[in-house]
């Protein structure tokens, strides 16, 4: 039975970091085994849910070892990886913030649409901006601050076979 949507509870940062470096993980796996094939993941939540946070560990998850930084001002930050040392399969991860777009419109013409068709995976923070123009989605993660500062509630949902596939490699039980 495939597993379609993920709910966990995260009582500190570190929690949320080891599901997020899972997921980039079941990323890289899935990628190494789907060689040319292309992820879409959207991560939505109010300010402070901890999306920039998550995009980062889930990024040093698939191995890279530099800095990631938010791309709140600059829309988009690439992140070249390697994902085997014994093979040359090389990605790159899109980290996008639309935080800061006013309109869809402005999202088309920011001529960010070629990522989309490039292998490798795009993590889209506040997918919401560009409403009708991304496309389809293969996870969902919504974030949700709890009442205490490290608290988060995060639900992850396949929207595709590729995001059914990510999520059938993470193990609830290991986070």
Not at 114 to 135: N, Q
Not at 157 to 175: F, Y
Request: aromatic share 8%; proline share 5%; hydrophobic share 40%.
């Amino acid at each position: 039975m495939t597993q379609d949507a993920l709910i966990r509870h995260c009582r500190q940062e570190a929690e949320t970091a080891a599901l997020a470096q899972q997921i980039g993980v079941a990323i890289s796996q899935f990628l190494q085994s789907n060689q040319g094939a292309h992820l879409n993941i959207g991560l939505e939540g109010a300010l402070g849910a901890g999306k920039t946070t998550f995009a980062r560990h889930c990024i040093q998850g698939l191995g890279f070892a530099g800095r990631v930084k938010s791309p709140t001002y600059t829309l988009c930050e690439p992140y070249p990886l390697q994902l085997d040392s014994s093979t040359t399969v090389s990605i790159t991860a899109y980290h996008f913030d639309l935080y800061r777009m006013r309109s869809a419109l402005e999202w088309q013409e920011a001529g960010f649409a070629e990522h989309f068709d490039e292998p490798g995976f795009c993590l889209i923070e506040w997918p919401e901006k560009a409403e009708g123009t991304l496309p389809p989605f293969d996870l969902i993660i919504q974030m949700q601050a709890g009442v205490q500062e490290d608290e988060r509630d995060i639900d992850i949902k396949a929207l595709s076979d590729k995001g059914n596939q990510l999520l059938s490699k993470i193990d609830p039980t290991d986070i």
